[in-house]
């Protein structure tokens, strides 16, 4: 089983739709949540970074942590053509000594 | 503000080549530097992580290395390259003043192709 499981997609949506995308994990000593978007032959960008459980919001993007369950979200809000890339989900524990563990990420396809 | 470069953009070489990847990072000191590979529609699997000048920790045995001569740079070698090195190389730094250590932000990344 995989420290990180991300449904690879991918996942195609209409614009102005809202987008949920997930993660699950198995380690609870995750404590750092984070989502990056990639663009196709780009490098990840960070996107949103969460510490233990709670929401974030950004614009129209929104992190959520369960801890309790070890699920992770990013929802998108009115989403738009241009958020069409692949997201990755990433977390680590206090003492990773700054490693991420890394899902696969999910192709996301915003259609006009 | 902090900029990251990497170097070529793409490249093609054939089986039992040499590599060398170059990753220069700008407007940040003593930054932690990683290599990662990414294979088509995979996820990222980090290859070499460095906190220090000279300090290079492996994660993945295989043969490539990782050299750090300098604060700001970072290499990423091989002697003979394979055809399952070929993928899409990306270096990251992690260190802002003020923000986690977990925090990592990319290169724009090399894609090579192994003939």
């Known amino acids: 089983q995989k420290e990180v499981e991300q449904d690879p997609g991918p996942l195609s949506v209409p614009e102005g739709a809202i987008v949920s995308l997930n993660c699950t994990y198995s380690?609870?000593?995750?404590?750092?949540f984070m989502w990056y978007r990639q663009y196709s032959r780009k490098g990840p960008e960070l996107l949103m970074y969460t510490y233990s459980s709670g929401n974030k919001e950004d614009g129209r993007f929104t992190a959520q942590v369960d801890k309790s369950s070890k699920y992770i979200s990013l929802f998108i809000r009115d989403s738009q053509p241009s958020d069409s890339a692949t997201y990755l989900c990433?977390?680590?524990?206090?003492?990773?000594?700054?490693?991420?563990?890394w899902g696969a990420g999910t192709k996301l396809i915003i259609k006009p | 503000s902090q900029t990251i470069h990497q170097w070529p953009a793409t490249l093609v070489q054939p089986v039992g080549s040499p590599l060398s990847l170059e990753c220069t990072v700008e407007g940040t000191s003593n930054p932690n530097l990683y290599w990662y590979r990414q294979a088509a529609g995979r996820g990222l699997q980090l290859l070499f992580y460095s906190v220090g000048i000279g300090q290079i920790s492996s994660e993945v045995p295989q043969n490539l290395s990782a050299s750090r001569p300098q604060d700001r740079q970072f290499i990423l070698s091989s002697k003979k390259l394979l055809l399952s090195d070929s993928g899409f190389y990306l270096c990251a730094w992690s260190g802002t003043p003020g923000k986690r250590q977990e925090t990592q932000y990319f290169g724009p990344g090399t894609r090579l192709l192994v003939l």
């Open positions: 990433a977390m680590s524990t206090m003492d990773s000594n700054y490693q991420l563990i």
């Open positions: 380690n609870s000593a995750f404590q750092y």
